[in-house]
């Protein structure tokens, strides 16, 4: 990989100013400043001076984004480190921004069974003042209906330290950069995203090891393990107790993608995480090709600093403040969705023994208000986080046919 980093290095250096270079590399380290432009990297920092600092929003189900160009075409970029170095546009935002297709391919995502068509470019992409001349860019439809979607590897030429806390994405210089004390330290392999080692403890008191990419784009839950990775182990039926992974799949009638259940324990290297929720696939994904056996998830990463070298191929978890939450999950049982962004807001799949079943919620019911305000004024994500608190009451107003009535429900864990 270190060619790859050194022509990352070169395309990048012209984007950075000559007093970069001068504060961290001269005055700082003590470096002489022709050492330092010789080695051709993409700027010059230290550890406790980023080079860039990237700010980040997170927009719901731990999903982060962030601001960039394309060809001079402004973007929102989901950020995934599970998408290698590319950038993939959604075709309606590629046209607009001119970024013209030479080829075509087809993308393999993880959660589909078949191909996804697409076409291939290269374009211009800059984030802060950073500059990419020549990144690779997939056109295709995205999974969210994301207009952008950026791999973190694209940062590859430098140290990403990714701070959900402080939602942002710092970087270093490589050549200049010094790991701080404390954390954790695990080694990678690096295949279109870092791949670690896990020790998997499951319910039944059983061990298993697992290769998990590290995926900040996977991220509903703390860890996904794939349909093949499954079959092979015979792990389906070790899991105990499982719910549905509810999804937009649930709304047309269809059987849920994903089940959800809980390990006793994962351990990587030295970090150990206690109870992290597990997604269980149903369905074979990649286009129907190989499979990873699994990822590591933002409900784990979001809990740590997360620093990641690829010259060096190591991961540094630094705990954060949530380090000893577990992960939220849906706790009404009720699968309550808008099926279009400014439709109403309906109740699609209530389980057996839920609090919502126990409540006398059914499918079918239309919800007009939640905890006395109108449903109408939640956002989506506001809506499902409210319904993500065990422990607490929601009081739902819904109408059924021509019928007003009242529910309360009881919020709890399902696992």
Request: charged share 20%; hydrophobic share 35%.
């Amino acid at each position: 990989m270190g060619g790859e980093f050194r022509h990352q290095a070169k395309d990048l250096v012209s984007s950075l100013r000559f007093a970069d270079v001068q504060r961290c590399g001269s005055a700082i380290l003590g470096i002489p400043l022709a050492a330092v432009l010789a080695l051709l990297l993409p700027g010059a920092g230290c550890r406790t001076v980023p080079i860039a600092s990237i700010p980040l929003t997170q927009n719901g189900e731990n999903r982060i984004s962030f601001q960039a160009q394309i060809n001079g075409a402004k973007f929102t970029c989901d950020l995934d480190s599970g998408a290698s170095s590319l950038t993939i546009v959604r075709p309606d935002k590629a046209k607009a921004a001119g970024i013209k297709p030479t080829e075509r391919g087809a993308t393999p995502w993880i959660s589909s069974e078949t191909l996804q068509p697409d076409q291939r470019a290269t374009a211009e992409v800059r984030v802060e003042r950073l500059r990419f001349p020549r990144s690779p860019v997939l056109i295709t439809e995205t999974p969210n209906g994301q207009e952008c979607i950026m791999g973190i590897a694209t940062f590859s030429g430098y140290v990403t330290e990714l701070d959900y806390d402080a939602s942002r994405l710092n970087l270093y210089v490589q050549a200049l950069f010094q790991k701080s004390g404390g954390g954790f330290v695990v080694p990678f392999t690096y295949e279109n995203s870092p791949v670690v080692a896990a020790n998997l403890v499951l319910p039944d008191g059983g061990r298993i090891e697992a290769r998990l990419a590290v995926d900040t784009g996977c991220n509903s839950t703390d860890v996904y393990l794939t349909k093949s990775f499954l079959d092979k182990n015979g792990l389906r039926n070790r899991f105990g107790k499982t719910v549905p992974l509810f999804g937009q799949e649930m709304i047309r009638g269809r059987r849920p993608r994903q089940l959800v259940a809980r390990l006793n324990k994962l351990s990587i290297g030295g970090l150990e995480i206690n109870r992290p929720v597990v997604q269980l696939a149903q369905f074979p994904g990649c286009g129907g090709g190989p499979e990873p056996e699994g990822m590591l998830c933002s409900g784990i990463l979001r809990r740590y600093k997360t620093t990641i070298d690829y010259q060096r191929m190591r991961l540094t978890f630094l705990p954060g403040p949530q380090v000893g939450r577990e992960s939220e999950l849906e706790a009404s049982g009720a699968l309550i969705w808008r099926d279009r962004p400014e439709g109403p807001v309906r109740v699609f799949t209530v389980l057996d023994g839920s609090p919502a079943g126990e409540s006398g919620l059914r499918p079918g019911d239309l919800v007009l208000e939640v905890d006395g305000k109108p449903a109408a004024q939640y956002t989506l994500y506001q809506l499902l986080k409210s319904l993500m608190r065990p422990g607490e009451e929601r009081t739902l107003r819904v109408r059924r046919g021509l019928v007003e009535k009242t529910v309360t429900m009881q919020l709890r864990t399902p696992i």
